[in-house]
């Protein structure tokens, strides 16, 4: 049934990118792209053109040499905006895709949803802890499609890991712990703790392989920073009967590195999210059985594992108007967890979590 809902949906995508007369594929789909850094050249415009179904025909640039390197990327034919706004009240786009500073995600991702035009977007929705459940309110009440780039889900190793335990091949499930390590530090300025501000990305994981959200939550954490957000952290979700952990270290030296390790009633997987290494063991102590799978994404990367995967996602939506894994609803119940946590870290105590109206 997988397959066949596969080959239906790509068919429904040529057929929606195929003319009246089933002649020529229609304009490919018009982005306009609310920031030019590295991330959008590394990842986003490498991404849209493996894809090859879209094209950027509007940027926002400030700088002279911003706006010379996108032209020459580009092409003399991108029109180039001053600001947001000004993209969003004139560029004939069909979808905007935005790259921008943490610090304005809200305000840019809110401009996007009141102008009711497709938005593609990096979380979290709000780095301030007050204006959460208004974003929240904002997203799930949008009269557009919204996006959240959650790449980590979509890298075909989670998937491939949700196959096993669906088959039994470890048993019951347990427990599922997601483990980050990175050298990125603590922003001292922060508004929401470290977990927080991670779970959308790595909650996301989580909730997707267990299959569902938790039910309350509970946050350890260290002490060496001086602000809110700590270098290390512990979130610990309650999923009713299988537990959920998400450990951050962001003051590593050395390599990013990803790892999900499960453990069930007869068995145990280990993922590798930047090789691809999938272990697993099916058994008993006495009588059991090891196997070692390779689960890359599409190669070659665009920066960073299942970012084409992500984009190429978006655009299947942008075209379909379909819901999708990184739809409102889901951003919104992984902000709703993260304030959880961030509450949790001011009573020291479980947090329910509040979904209410999600």
Known sequence: ??????????????????????????????????????????????????????????????????????????????????????????????????????????????????????????????????????????????????????????????????????????????????TLHANWGADPDADLCLIDRMSCWYVDVLNRIIGTVPERVFLLEGNGESGRMQAQGIGIYDYNGVWGIFKADVGRKGKESIVVELTGEKGCIRADYFTGELTYVSGTKANHEDFVESCLPLEPYADYPAVRETVSVFLDNVIGQEPSLGNAYRVAQLSAIGLAIDESKDTGNWVKVKYHNI
Not at 13 to 28: A, H, Q, R, W
Not at 116 to 125: L, M
Not at 127 to 136: E, K, S
Request: aromatic letters at 8%.
């Open 1 to 178: 049934m997988a397959e066949l809902y596969i080959v239906f949906k790509y068919l429904f995508v040529i057929i929606n990118l195929t003319n009246e007369d089933g002649g020529n594929f229609m304009e490919k789909i018009k982005i306009g792209m609310i920031g030019f850094g590295k991330w959008v050249k590394s990842a986003y415009l490498p991404a849209l053109e493996y894809d090859s179904r879209a094209e950027v025909v509007a940027i926002t640039a400030s700088s002279e040499e911003t706006k010379k390197k996108a032209q020459h990327m580009l092409g003399e034919s991108v029109i180039i905006y001053h600001d947001y706004q000004s993209l969003l009240d004139n560029a004939d786009i069909d979808a905007v895709m935005m790259a921008v500073p943490d610090k304005v995600h809200q305000e840019i991702l809110l401009a996007c949803l009141q102008k009711k035009v497709p938005v593609f977007y990096e979380p979290p929705i709000s780095l301030v802890r007050h204006q959460m459940p208004i974003m929240i309110d904002q997203l799930i009440n949008a009269q557009c499609l919204s996006f959240a780039h959650l790449e980590l889900g979509y890298h075909p190793i989670f998937q491939r890991i949700k196959s096993l335990i669906d088959k039994g091949i470890i048993g019951a499930l347990q427990d599922v712990t997601i």
